[in-house]
């Protein structure tokens, strides 16, 4: 007598396990390249993340902004 509630845990458990993979990566590269780490979250968005990864790997990062690029 399974309503399916276990299997909607598993998968809770289970995007949060990888949101926690992608967006802590992602966290600590924005911070380093001179970013709040909180704009990470937007690789969770569809589409939006792809825009954030080429922006961050175009733009010009603040941390490296007395270095030649």
């Known amino acids: 007598m399974d309503n399916g509630m276990s299997g909607s845990v598993w998968q809770l458990l ?9 967006v802590v990566p992602f966290w600590k590269i924005t911070g380093k390249a001179g970013y709040p780490g909180w704009l990470s979250l937007l ?26 690029q």
Not at 16 to 22: E, P, R, S, T, Y
Not at 62 to 68: K, M, Q, Y
């Open 43 to 68: 690789v969770i968005i569809p589409l939006v993340n792809v825009v954030y990864i080429y922006f961050l790997a175009f733009s010009r990062w603040p941390s490296l902004s007395g270095s030649d």
């Open 14 to 22: 289970f995007m949060l396990i990888w949101v926690l993979v992608v």
